[in-house]
């Protein structure tokens, strides 16, 4: 087997010149820093991964992990440009030295010093063939943890190491009997350390989640040694630290890069990881941080400005109500008398633009238009008494004005038209009584701005009838309202002749009195309470969808379907983000969110996952106002009776991700979806990965640059993500993908979403995905929904679903609807059917059973067909190490029957009882799966905990009944070898009747040839992904007609294997025939 593309973390980081160096597996990836040239990648390592590397300015490269040890040269590429190429040196690869490596350093005349495993000091000639040049064992200290070498020389050659006690050992290489001194002080054990020998400070980092600062002069000298600094910041334990020069750097497992001050304090805070830090590394010309994560990433940092921008308050004239930005320093402040000012910047003061009694009085609402190729912005301004001013703040003295209502304007808003950016601005004004009004208003220079009445519009009935945001949908001729209880709302609007209603002089007409010749609009669709009550926040179109924010701390993405409104996916971006208050999508590709973090405004970016700002406000109840451009961002906000500016020149962007998070924690499960065909390249593998950090992922994996892409997040689970299945899976054309995904774990909860994966040709042949959210399903939920509930026993709500597995041929003709039943193992012992009504958008539970009285592990369907008789089997093993077999169409036909009369919930039926149970092992069941054979056999593979593996061979058979012929199971055949792997068997699969390929805890992925008389080793790989918890296996034809098989395992990182088909000839032909 051979392994063609890697994911895992990320434990090494170097800077070798301009070439950044990230150890990942066994593997190293070089990145040009300047450019956007491709990294070059080579497998360095055998069997272990990358946990150090060292640059040499030759450009020699040491990469070291557990016992091997490998030199490579970083080359540039050729005349055609692209990026670094990694090649080994000392003619050949990674060589086994028989001790752990802890740390490497360049010695003179090109050698290595290295510091092994027990406390040995050794001085390595790593040209033709390797050869130990001197040694010595430093002893005195007990187990060692991390290790930094300094010195020239074998004389002056020293060893710093942290040891479990929490103290750092110091020898000379001459001297290896007692360490010469012992700095104590850390609570736990030290896990890194660096030394910077021009000033003689060593930095240590701890589990204690502290790093310490000595001064210890020359490493290896003697005397005692200064603790300068003790940090405390990080919330979990240190994993790696580096001296900026007399100022430490950190990187924790709490996922946050830390850079200290000179008293102990942080001084700046880097996070965009999706978990623990694992590497980190500092260059030493730009002041550029590297950082390196369990998720598979790998980002530069940029160096900050010293001190973040503070917010200034502008000294208002009168109390303020609200503020608006017109640029990154013009600010409108409108005060609780009605009185509206400016804030010239230049000059340091307020202007007053409209006097209290010339503007709308109190409780007024500022809006401002967003005008396109910067022209001079209109502003509205409505007010308690049903007025409506509309004026360009550049010329308050032509102010259009109009009486709207005879209560007061409660929402105001305007919204960009599609289209060319010449035209009227749209202006949306809701009054009492749900009436909202639509107006187009035009201005030319040195004219009273001209309001023209479009539309009006009848929103819902509810307690809070107003609308707080509106948006043109680019399809035409349809008008989308967000309003305050929570709902979108969507009109029909047309451009035919409104009415007018010029404003000369000081005349103030009333809309309403000569409106009659607009209609009034009743919705054409509404979602009611989408984002719940406390309202919608923004709407915008991107693309082909919409998307809706709120402050129930989501986003949601939807699209338009025969003029309905459809609710295609939710999305969190980020934990504790409780109010969103809008969407920008950057040219670049970015999707940044603007929201409320506790008392804090916000821009996050999706992509890098960080807080682009952050000002602390107060929260987003005050008014505040925020504006962007290439130049500089500004927000601005009223705090404690005055207006408050913050201001930021626009800069580079901090990070650059040069490879992408995938996980915060362990993969749980990986499914693979299929391939599709880019053009001019080959094809793109795209699976789908579940998650102990709550979410799933939809990703390709590319052979080429064996690396992964995420394509879309699906983060509606509240628990682990634990299992994940299939079902109607079809490729159209070789470049669309389309399946069902469902996707189960912690609290008892199951989603269901629709996949829609295809080569996006406009993006250089790259992959697009679109999620669509059919349905969910939670047990507590349904327990609540459920009559006479007090008659049963209460379903545990600490459930967790095991495993899932789609019951194939069960798209009943019976029901006016599709349905697709889901079988699920759950650890409180039972095995429980779902089936799912896609049209009706609902997950039920119609079945279970508590036969299995313990946690079941795995559960597989499938199907028996004879002539036009079909057997819908099931297969369930729990942690007793049993395997039972169901026969479940009575219960299927049963739940069928059932859903025709009524589509709500149901009682759950009974399961019954297997008809034939198995003690395949000794404990329990963590893989299985069922490959059909020829004439009714099925062959049944399990892996258990103790690492044995059963295989047998089922029959399927009608029973004698004539009456109601039941169906019967027989073991025709077994075999079982015990301890196949020295830890758990967590991924098996029956390749072909004769092949069976095995997967285990200790990292060896094992080929066995079946019969019946035994299971024979035919080969043996070791794979890099530990912890593993799930395989998936597939075969491909290749285009010379050969078959492969592809093999995707996944656990403490991702891995893709292929191997050639194997010439071997079936053991079993004469097995069925016997029987």
Same mark, same amino acid.
């Given at each position: 087997?051979?392994?063609?593309?890697?994911?895992?973390?990320?434990?090494?980081?170097?800077?070798?010149?301009?070439?950044?160096?990230?150890?990942?597996?066994?593997?190293?990836?070089?990145?040009?820093?300047?450019?956007?040239?491709?990294?070059?990648?080579?497998?360095?390592?055998?069997?272990?991964?990358?946990?150090?590397?060292?640059?040499?300015?030759?450009?020699?490269?040491?990469?070291?992990?557990?016992?091997?040890?490998?030199?490579?040269?970083?080359?540039?590429?050729?005349?055609?440009?692209?990026?670094?190429?990694?090649?080994?040196?000392?003619?050949?690869?990674?060589?086994?030295?028989?001790?752990?490596?802890?740390?490497?350093?360049?010695?003179?005349?090109?050698?290595?010093?290295?510091?092994?495993?027990?406390?040995?000091?050794?001085?390595?000639?790593?040209?033709? +063939? #390797?050869?130990?040049? %001197? &040694?010595? =064992?430093? $002893?005195?200290? /007990? !187990? @060692?943890?991390?290790?930094?070498?300094?010195? *020239?020389?074998?004389?002056?050659?020293?060893?710093?190491?942290?040891?479990?006690?929490?103290?750092?050992?110091?020898?000379?290489?001459?001297?290896?009997?007692?360490?010469?001194?012992?700095?104590?002080?850390?609570?736990?054990?030290?896990?890194?350390?660096?030394?910077?020998?021009?000033?003689?400070?060593?930095?240590?980092?701890?589990?204690?989640?502290?790093?310490?600062?000595?001064?210890?002069?020359?490493?290896?000298?003697?005397?005692?040694?200064?603790?300068?600094?003790?940090?405390?910041?990080?919330?979990?334990?240190?994993?790696?630290?580096?001296?900026?020069?007399?100022?430490?750097?950190?990187?924790?497992?709490?996922?946050?890069?830390?850079?200290?001050? +000179? #008293?102990?304090?942080? %001084? &700046?805070? =880097?996070? $965009?990881?999706? /978990? !623990? @830090?694992?590497?980190?590394?500092?260059?030493? *010309?730009?002041?550029?941080?590297?950082?390196?994560?369990?998720?598979?990433?790998?980002?530069?940092?940029?160096?900050?400005?010293?001190?973040?921008?503070?917010?200034?308050?502008?000294?208002?004239?009168?109390?303020?109500?609200?503020?608006?930005?017109?640029?990154?320093?013009?600010?409108?402040?409108?005060?609780?008398?009605?009185?509206?000012?400016?804030?010239?910047?230049?000059?340091?003061?307020?202007?007053?633009?409209?006097?209290?009694?010339?503007?709308?009085?109190?409780?007024?609402?500022?809006?401002?238009?967003?005008?396109?190729?910067?022209?001079?912005?209109?502003?509205?301004?409505?007010?308690?008494?049903?007025?409506?001013?509309?004026?360009?703040?550049?010329?308050?003295?032509?102010?259009?004005?109009? =009486?709207?209502?005879?209560?007061?304007? @409660?929402?105001?808003?305007?919204?960009?038209?599609?289209?060319?950016?010449?035209?009227?601005?749209?202006?949306?004004?809701?009054?009492?009584?749900?009436?909202?009004?639509?107006?187009?208003?035009?201005?030319?220079?040195?004219?009273?701005?001209?309001?023209?009445?479009?539309?009006?519009?009848?929103?819902?009935?509810?307690?809070?009838?107003?609308?707080?945001?509106?948006?043109?949908?680019?399809?035409?001729?349809?008008?989308?309202?967000?309003?305050?209880?929570?709902?979108?709302?969507?009109?029909?609007?047309?451009?035919?002749?409104?009415?007018?209603?010029?404003?000369?002089?000081?005349?103030?007409?009333?809309?309403?009195?000569?409106?009659?010749?607009?209609?009034?609009?009743?919705?054409?669709?509404?979602?009611?309470?989408?984002?719940?009550?406390?309202?919608?926040?923004?709407?915008?179109?991107?693309?082909?969808?919409?998307?809706?924010?709120?402050?129930?701390?989501?986003?949601?993405?939807?699209?338009?379907?025969?003029?309905?409104?459809?609710?295609?996916?939710?999305?969190?971006?980020?934990?504790?983000?409780?109010?969103?208050?809008?969407?920008?999508?950057?040219?670049?590709?970015?999707?940044?969110?603007?929201?409320?973090?506790?008392?804090?405004?916000?821009?996050?970016?999706?992509?890098?996952?960080?807080?682009?700002?952050?000002?602390?406000?107060?929260?987003?109840?005050?008014?505040?106002?925020?504006?962007?451009?290439?130049?500089?961002?500004?927000?601005?906000?009223?705090?404690?009776?005055?207006?408050?500016?913050?201001?930021?020149?626009?800069?580079?962007?901090?990070?650059?991700?040069?490879?992408?998070?995938?996980?915060?924690?362990?993969?749980?499960?990986?499914?693979?979806?299929?391939?599709?065909?880019?053009?001019?390249?080959?094809?793109?593998?795209?699976?789908?990965?579940?998650?102990?950090?709550?979410?799933?992922?939809?990703?390709?994996?590319?052979?080429?640059?064996?690396?992964?892409?995420?394509?879309?997040?699906?983060?509606?689970?509240?628990?682990?993500?634990?299992?994940?299945?299939?079902?109607?899976?079809?490729?159209?054309?070789?470049?669309?993908?389309?399946?069902?995904?469902?996707?189960?774990?912690?609290?008892?909860?199951?989603?269901?979403?629709?996949?829609?994966?295809?080569?996006?040709?406009?993006?250089?042949?790259?992959?697009?995905?679109?999620?669509?959210?059919?349905?969910?399903?939670?047990?507590?939920?349904?327990?609540?929904?459920?009559?006479?509930?007090?008659?049963?026993?209460?379903?545990?709500?600490?459930?967790?679903?095991?495993?899932?597995?789609?019951?194939?041929?069960?798209?009943?003709?019976?029901?006016?609807?599709?349905?697709?039943?889901?079988?699920?193992?759950?650890?409180?012992?039972?095995?429980?059917?779902?089936?799912?009504?896609?049209?009706?958008?609902?997950?039920?539970?119609?079945?279970?059973?508590?036969?299995?009285?313990?946690?079941?592990?795995?559960?597989?369907?499938?199907?028996?067909?004879?002539?036009?008789?079909?057997?819908?089997?099931?297969?369930?093993?729990?942690?007793?190490?049993?395997?039972?077999?169901?026969?479940?169409?009575?219960?299927?036909?049963?739940?069928?029957?059932?859903?025709?009369?009524?589509?709500?919930?149901?009682?759950?039926?009974?399961?019954?009882?297997?008809?034939?149970?198995?003690?395949?092992?000794?404990?329990?069941?963590?893989?299985?799966?069922?490959?059909?054979?020829?004439?009714?056999?099925?062959?049944?593979?399990?892996?258990?905990?103790?690492?044995?593996?059963?295989?047998?061979?089922?029959?399927?058979?009608?029973?004698?009944?004539?009456?109601?012929?039941?169906?019967?199971?027989?073991?025709?055949?077994?075999?079982?070898?015990?301890?196949?792997?020295?830890?758990?068997?967590?991924?098996?699969?029956?390749?072909?009747?004769?092949?069976?390929?095995?997967?285990?805890?200790?990292?060896?992925?094992?080929?066995?040839?079946?019969?019946?008389?035994?299971?024979?080793?035919?080969?043996?790989?070791?794979?890099?992904?530990?912890?593993?918890?799930?395989?998936?296996?597939?075969?491909?034809?290749?285009?010379?007609?050969?078959?492969?098989?592809?093999?995707?395992?996944?656990?403490?990182?991702?891995?893709?294997?292929?191997?050639?088909?194997?010439?071997?000839?079936?053991?079993?032909?004469?097995?069925?025939?016997?029987?």
């Amino acid at each position: 087997m051979e392994s063609v593309a890697l994911v895992a973390p990320v434990t090494a980081l170097e800077f070798a010149g301009d070439v950044l160096l990230a150890g990942t597996g066994p593997e190293v990836a070089a990145f040009l820093l300047s450019g956007g040239a491709a990294a070059g990648r080579r497998r360095v390592l055998r069997e272990a991964s990358v946990r150090g590397l060292r640059a040499e300015p030759g450009g020699r490269v040491a990469a070291f992990g557990g016992g091997w040890l490998a030199v490579l040269a970083v080359r540039r590429g050729g005349p055609g440009g692209g990026g670094p190429r990694l090649a080994a040196c000392g003619g050949g690869g990674a060589r086994r030295l028989g001790a752990r490596v802890w740390e490497a350093r360049w010695a003179a005349e090109g050698r290595l010093a290295l510091a092994l495993g027990g406390g040995t000091v050794a001085l390595y000639e790593w040209r033709a +063939g #390797g050869s130990w040049l %001197r &040694s010595a =064992r430093c $002893g005195g200290a /007990g !187990a @060692l943890r991390c290790a930094v070498l300094a010195g *020239a020389g074998w004389g002056r050659l020293a060893l710093a190491a942290g040891t479990a006690t929490g103290t750092v050992a110091v020898w000379r290489a001459a001297e290896p009997g007692t360490p010469r001194r012992t700095l104590s002080g850390h609570r736990g054990a030290v896990l890194a350390l660096s030394y910077a020998e021009p000033r003689g400070l060593l930095a240590s980092a701890s589990e204690d989640r502290s790093v310490r600062l000595w001064a210890v002069g020359e490493l290896g000298g003697g005397g005692e040694a200064a603790c300068l600094l003790v940090c405390y910041g990080h919330g979990s334990r240190v994993a790696a630290v580096g001296l900026r020069g007399p100022r430490p750097v950190s990187a924790g497992e709490d996922g946050a890069c830390l850079e200290w001050d +000179g #008293g102990g304090g942080v %001084r &700046s805070v =880097r996070r $965009g990881h999706r /978990g !623990a @830090l694992r590497s980190l590394a500092l260059r030493p *010309a730009g002041g550029c941080v590297a950082t390196g994560g369990s998720d598979g990433g790998a980002r530069l940092w940029r160096p900050r400005r010293e001190a973040p921008a503070e917010a200034e308050a502008l000294g208002a004239p009168e109390r303020p109500r609200a503020v608006l930005l017109l640029g990154p320093r013009r600010v409108l402040a409108l005060s609780e008398a009605g009185g509206l000012a400016a804030y010239e910047a230049a000059a340091g003061r307020w202007v007053p633009l409209l006097g209290p009694a010339a503007s709308c009085g109190s409780r007024g609402l500022l809006a401002a238009a967003p005008m396109r190729g910067g022209a001079e912005p209109l502003c509205a301004l409505g007010g308690g008494d049903g007025r409506l001013l509309v004026f360009a703040p550049g010329a308050p003295e032509r102010v259009a004005g109009l =009486r709207l209502f005879e209560g007061p304007v @409660l929402g105001l808003s305007w919204a960009a038209r599609p289209g060319p950016s010449l035209g009227p601005a749209a202006l949306l004004v809701s009054g009492p009584g749900g009436i909202a009004l639509w107006m187009d208003v035009t201005r030319s220079p040195g004219q009273l701005p001209v309001v023209r009445l479009m539309g009006r519009y009848r929103l819902p009935p509810c307690k809070q009838r107003w609308h707080t945001c509106a948006t043109f949908l680019p399809q035409g001729g349809l008008l989308l309202f967000g309003d305050r209880r929570g709902s979108l709302l969507l009109f029909p609007c047309s451009s035919s002749d409104g009415t007018d209603r010029g404003t000369p002089g000081q005349s103030e007409p009333s809309c309403l009195l000569r409106s009659e010749a607009v209609p009034l609009q009743d919705p054409l669709s509404v979602l009611f309470g989408l984002h719940g009550k406390t309202g919608v926040t923004s709407v915008t179109c991107h693309g082909d969808y919409i998307y809706s924010t709120g402050r129930d701390g989501c986003y949601r993405q939807l699209c338009l379907r025969d003029q309905q409104l459809e609710v295609l996916q939710k999305h969190r971006p980020c934990k504790g983000l409780q109010w969103i208050e809008e969407l920008r999508f950057t040219p670049g590709g970015d999707l940044l969110v603007l929201g409320f973090h506790a008392d804090d405004f916000v821009v996050w970016s999706t992509r890098s996952g960080v807080n682009l700002h952050c000002v602390p406000c107060g929260g987003g109840h005050r008014s505040w106002s925020y504006y962007s451009s290439p130049e500089a961002d500004a927000f601005a906000y009223v705090k404690r009776g005055d207006v408050m500016l913050y201001h930021s020149q626009a800069e580079p962007c901090e990070q650059r991700v040069l490879l992408a998070s995938l996980h915060g924690r362990e993969i749980t499960c990986v499914r693979h979806l299929g391939a599709v065909r880019v053009p001019g390249s080959h094809p793109v593998n795209i699976f789908i990965t579940g998650s102990e950090d709550t979410t799933a992922c939809v990703l390709t994996l590319s052979e080429l640059t064996r690396a992964a892409v995420p394509l879309a997040r699906l983060s509606d689970h509240i628990s682990s993500v634990r299992a994940l299945a299939l079902a109607d899976t079809a490729l159209h054309d070789g470049t669309q993908l389309c399946s069902l995904l469902f996707s189960a774990g912690g609290r008892a909860q199951i989603e269901c979403y629709r996949l829609q994966c295809a080569v996006d040709l406009g993006a250089e042949g790259t992959v697009s995905c679109q999620v669509a959210h059919v349905a969910s399903h939670r047990l507590d939920e349904h327990w609540d929904r459920m009559k006479n509930r007090h008659k049963l026993v209460k379903m545990d709500p600490e459930t967790r679903y095991m495993s899932l597995s789609v019951v194939c041929g069960t798209n009943s003709e019976q029901l006016p609807m599709p349905c697709t039943f889901l079988v699920a193992a759950c650890s409180d012992g039972s095995v429980r059917l779902f089936v799912l009504l896609e049209a009706a958008q609902k997950l039920l539970l119609v079945a279970e059973s508590f036969h299995h009285q313990r946690c079941v592990l795995k559960v597989e369907a499938f199907l028996h067909t004879r002539a036009e008789e079909r057997k819908h089997l099931l297969c369930s093993a729990a942690t007793d190490g049993s395997v039972a077999f169901w026969d479940i169409t009575s219960t299927i036909r049963a739940a069928t029957d059932a859903l025709q009369r009524s589509e709500e919930e149901m009682r759950p039926l009974a399961l019954g009882t297997p008809l034939l149970t198995v003690m395949a092992h000794s404990c329990g069941v963590n893989s299985l799966h069922i490959q059909e054979l020829p004439e009714g056999q099925f062959l049944v593979a399990s892996g258990s905990d103790d690492g044995s593996i059963h295989v047998c061979l089922l029959e399927v058979t009608r029973g004698d009944d004539k009456a109601e012929p039941g169906t019967c199971l027989h073991i025709l055949e077994h075999v079982a070898r015990p301890c196949t792997h020295a830890a758990h068997v967590t991924g098996i699969r029956v390749l072909r009747p004769d092949l069976v390929l095995s997967a285990s805890v200790d990292q060896r992925l094992t080929l066995w040839q079946l019969s019946w008389d035994s299971l024979e080793e035919l080969s043996t790989t070791f794979f890099h992904v530990p912890d593993l918890a799930e395989l998936d296996c597939w075969e491909v034809a290749e285009a010379g007609g050969e078959r492969r098989w592809y093999c995707v395992l996944c656990g403490q990182g991702l891995e893709l294997l292929r191997c050639a088909a194997l010439d071997t000839h079936s053991k079993l032909q004469s097995q069925g025939a016997a029987q």
